[in-house]
């Protein structure tokens, strides 16, 4: 379950939040206990930001960006998808592959995501909004000039910076699905210790590795 706690319909006063609840829930449901949405995730994305209402409100005005913005919805959704993998949120990564598939994208480039950097089904441009993702999310924006360079060949400058805030805006998502453990990121660390055999004791293995008695 998530580490925060979820907020039933019963507390939520906030119009906002009660509209969402009602068309993605249904307002018959009480997401908090009945959890399930349309893309098969469990919908506490939603209850867990319901904690605040100002934090709510400020996250789905971030996806009001898609009504507006002109950036091919295709080359965003691949900065949103790559964010994920990178990010390593099963959530966003999940979603966002739901998402290519609903505007047509081929099955060859939404399988081709995690090693885009081996495939040779993207076009240039979209080669280069993945590299460039990469420098967002993975270098913490050190962007090569040569990969902006062929943003700026393909793209105006408003479609760049539309680009830039929304996969950032996406790596802050996974972050927070993986901190707080919601949706398809409520999942054990998976890098722990494995326990050695029965026996094992405290065995030097360094004096086993290096031969010596």
Request: aromatic share 10%.
């Amino acid at each position: 379950m998530p580490r925060l706690r979820e907020v039933p319909r019963a507390e939520v006063t906030d119009e906002r939040i009660r509209f969402f609840y009602d068309r993605l829930f249904g307002p018959d449901r009480d997401p908090a206990v009945d959890h399930g949405t349309a893309t098969g995730s469990p919908g506490d994305w939603w209850t867990v930001f319901a904690q605040s209402p100002d934090v709510f409100r400020h996250a789905v005005r971030g996806f009001a960006l898609y009504r507006n913005a002109s950036l091919d919805p295709v080359l965003r959704e691949l900065g949103q998808c790559r964010a994920g993998w990178a990010r390593g949120s099963q959530f966003v990564f999940s979603q966002h592959c739901k998402q290519m598939r609903a505007l047509g994208v081929p099955e060859e480039k939404i399988k081709a995501i995690p090693h885009w950097q081996t495939a040779d089904c993207y076009t240039r441009l979209e080669r280069a909004v993945l590299a460039y993702t990469d420098g967002l999310v993975l270098d913490g924006g050190r962007v090569p000039d040569e990969v902006f360079d062929v943003l700026k060949e393909h793209l105006p400058d408003r479609e760049i910076l539309q680009l830039t805030y929304i996969t950032c805006m996406y790596d802050m998502h996974a972050t927070m699905a993986k901190a707080l453990r919601v949706e398809f990121d409520d999942r054990p660390e998976p890098v722990v210790e494995v326990p050695a055999p029965d026996g094992y004791g405290s065995r030097d293995i360094a004096a086993d590795l290096t031969g010596e008695a």
